[in-house]
């Protein structure tokens, strides 16, 4: 059988930002982020073949002996074990899915910026989202004028995405999936602030994304 190698197109595109369609509809912001999960669970129904992409959960681990240095030793295999108890599976996934990255083409969305394209199970893709409009805006509110919009609206379509992709699931399944999101989230920003120490008010983040990972990793005790 012929292997399958993953490439690349690129083409002009005549879109609009997701941003500007939001804020210049905003009656449309429901059918919008319905479109946005509906995109995002299309990807997610394709798997790919061992080693044709980055596996996200063995790069998640590559990332940890650097968030161990910044943690209470108890803390560290109780951070490993977490990570080991997602589910190992090739699902694609975008990692990055967020409105810098979704454009509107007439009245269907494109995702844009393909290399982070990876495999694992879909809750690392939700990671991002929770950094995007979460984790990033909460410490810096910059972050969310970044993407083109407030810190206010920045929440509200991280909660709405969550609960659209989760198929309006319960409060406790709403609450347990964004603390896993928040976790692994925070285990990426942490790795990619250490190799990037040129950024503004990158201890900050750190720091923040270091008090969250203990808070949460002691609340599922």
């Given at each position: ?40 669970k ?66 269907e ?53 969550f ?59």
């Amino acid at each position: 059988m012929a292997k399958i190698i993953y490439g690349i197109v690129f083409e002009l595109l005549e879109a609009k930002s997701s941003a500007d369609y939001i804020r210049e509809s905003p009656e449309h912001f429901e059918s919008f982020l319905k479109q946005s999960v509906e995109l995002m669970k299309s990807i997610h129904a394709i798997t790919a073949e061992p080693g044709d992409l980055p596996d996200m959960k063995q790069k998640t681990l590559s990332w940890l002996p650097k968030v161990h240095k910044l943690l209470p030793e108890n803390l560290c295999s109780k951070l490993d074990d977490f990570v080991n108890t997602i589910p190992d599976t090739k699902t694609i996934i975008h990692a990055d899915f967020h409105m810098k990255n979704v454009l509107l083409c007439g009245e269907e969305l494109m995702l844009i910026d393909m290399d982070t394209l990876s495999t694992g199970d879909p809750i690392f893709e939700l990671a991002t989202v929770f950094v995007s409009y979460r984790q990033f805006p909460s410490i810096e509110p910059k972050a969310a004028y970044m993407l083109g919009i407030d810190v206010e609206t920045a929440a509200r379509i991280c909660d709405r995405i969550f609960e659209l992709y989760l198929d309006d699931a319960d409060e406790e399944t709403l609450r347990d999936t964004k603390n896993t999101a928040q976790l692994l989230g925070c285990i990426r920003i942490i790795d990619y602030l250490d190799r990037h120490p040129e950024l503004p008010d990158g201890k900050k983040c750190i720091d923040r994304c270091v008090q969250d990972i203990t808070k949460l990793l002691q609340s599922r005790e």
